[in-house]
């Protein structure tokens, strides 16, 4: 069941020629390579990359505590960040997305200057893999630029976490198994309750350890399962939750963003 | 509960192997029902937006539709009490039972109940209560609260229950539901005759007949308004529908969603007591019937970015799906209603204080607002619950402290980057100190609890924007 994802933007009459990228702090900070791997394939795709180096952070850590005053004057920040430029945003997290797309028009619906900037860059900014399905049309990644990775001969055995956020946030259920699925070299397998949570939540995942590491424990046990050597996700924080679980318990299994399994030649 | 914490039920719930088998075969069981039998409605997307639209429609002109429902209630021969908390609706029930000589009654399921620890009252009073829904007999041989909405007793395994009842019921011991439940039902059948009063809730009150709906699947329901001479039935205002066509919609998506029937054994449709029927000139039912409605706090959330939690018809898919309450289940929350819809109930009608970790216990995945048949948006509502708790002061003091320091720190790019070099250069001396190839198996307190059961990764030798800057 191919199903449109949802989305306050309409898909750009044209092509575009360039992006901005919100690359977020996790990557900024943490896992950098994700957002190397971004800019590879987007530029293989003919896509121009912009970035703007005084983003920071989205601000979600702050509106998920309940400090909503703090999480608006973050939003503000990247609002005046990405307004600059009217290029489409494309963020490698459904996480920061949904925060982008969903919940800076809430929080700044009361601010005449901020409120309907909030639902214009809403209406441009596309998750990584929402971007590449449904603004760049790309399906078949063997034959637009990323030939490299048809040459691929090892099969990589993968399996593929929906993040809440992208599934249940922005409803982006098919793009990214669609990607995976049409690169050469990777073989999927399905993973019992793919769906669930991994339980990272942002600061969930330490004030609440507890009940946070039970559902990591679960989802590595199904990861573990699948019999993959590798995670793919399409968020790096929940990738860096799976990965902590999975590195604490000694298992080699990696994690990835399906950017860098994109980029791969 | 007085020193116990929310995080002491938590520990306790976690470390409860028994209740991990119970919650994983019974939630994994009814999650997987529900699917297969919303898949048998046509259109069950858009029977859900209907029965949504009715909820949002009733709630918004809830007191003129309470009004006409109590007018009908009385018009076929009902009495009507309104109650304004737990308190004035113990006094009401207390009130009839005394006037109509109560010794023993029996109970159908009634979360309302739970919110007024009737049982307790009765008892105090020298009334005995039987519970007459199988789970509900069971926490309360048990001693115990419900631990969920419509499976009260879903933290026991078969085998606990057999036990429990061969012990508390003098029943033959056995293992097998089927058996347990033949047992259980020679007993209740006795209770049934002897009780004076019958106390069920009520899951609808349709407001242009003055009807009761009651859905049950043990015909404990039937036998409890139907069978003692007087029936009281306990209801939250907030549990109607303007008319029978309203009704059939919700029942639609109401068991579909609660225990994956298309319907559920008994739908009893309850108007008025006892009362010689028109076409047959027989009479049956109880000689009265007491509808009590109680408030209890849902009206102070009414006009209030947490109305829509009353929308809630109080199927318990929210609980079945929620990663949490699979981990901890019921008992852990501490509260009447537990899971997804509990941690908004209990924090927005009892008031955040108590109940501050409550809006907390989520990872916000959405999963119960995927399942929720009227589709109430949870997880908004447990974010405004966050902004009150952290409002009021009731957060943690390192997140008072951390949040408007990483709000300064984020609104200055230069600062922030320096901050990210900061922690790396920190992390990396850390991860040294601990030989574990770059990863930190140790994280110092606020973050200890990441390290309690995670690695952390290493923070790259240079940021993003470097390598970005640098790559031509």
Known sequence: ?265 | MSNVTFYDRVEDALNNEQLKVALTRTTSKLGGLRLNALASLPDADGVRDRARLIRAHTISKLADYLEQFAANVEKMGGHVHFADDAADANRIVLELAKQYDIKTVVKGKSMVSEEMHLNHEFEEMGVTVWESDLGERIVQEAGEMPSHIIAPAIHYTREQVGDLLHDKLKIPLSHDPAVIVGHVREKLRQEFLVADMGITGVNFGVAETGTIALVENEGNGRLTSTAPRVHVALMGIERIVPTLDDLSVMLQVLARSATGQKLSVYTNLLTGPRRKSQTTGEADGPDALHVVIVDNGRSKVLGTELAEILYCIRCGACLNACPVYQQIGGHAYGSVYPGPVGAVLTPGLRGIGPWAELPHASSLCGACKEVCPVRIDIPRMLLKLREEGHEKGLAPAWVKMGLPMYRFVATKPALFKFAIKASGFGARMLAKMQGNGGWLNKLPPPLSGWTEHRDFPPFAAKSFSEQFKNRK
């Open chain 1, 1 to 265: 069941m191919a199903q449109a994802s949802s989305h306050a933007s309409a898909k750009p009459a044209e092509k575009p020629k360039s992006v901005q990228l919100f690359v977020t702090c996790m990557i900024e900070a943490i896992k950098p390579e994700v957002g190397m791997a971004v800019v590879t394939v987007l530029e293989r795709l003919g896509v121009q990359i912009e970035f703007a180096t005084d983003q920071t952070c989205c601000g979600q850590p702050a509106f998920n505590a309940g400090a909503v005053p703090d999480a608006r004057a973050m939003a503000r920040h990247t609002l005046d960040v990405l307004s600059r430029s009217a290029s489409p945003i494309v963020t490698p997290s459904g996480s920061c997305a949904d925060m982008l797309v969903h919940h800076y028009p809430a929080i700044l619906a009361a601010d005449a200057h901020y409120g309907p900037l909030a639902e214009q860059i809403a209406a441009r900014t596309y998750e990584f893999s929402q971007f590449l399905v449904d603004v760049l049309g790309v399906t078949q990644i063997g034959d637009v630029a990323l030939s490299a990775s048809k040459t691929a001969t090892a099969s990589q055995k993968v399996t593929y976490h929906p993040s809440c956020h992208l599934l249940r946030g922005l409803k982006v259920t098919e793009a990214p198994k669609k990607l995976l699925n049409e690169t050469a070299g990777v073989e999927m397998l399905e993973m019992n309750g793919a769906t669930e949570c991994c339980g990272f939540g942002g600061l969930f995942a330490v004030k609440m350890s507890d009940i946070s590491g039970a559902m990591l424990n679960r989802k590595l046990d199904n990861i573990e399962a699948t019999g993959a050597s590798t995670v793919v996700g399409c968020d790096v924080s929940c990738l860096l939750h799976m990965g902590g679980g999975l590195h604490r318990r000694g298992a080699a299994i990696e994690t990835k963003h399906l950017a860098e399994i994109l980029a791969q030649k």
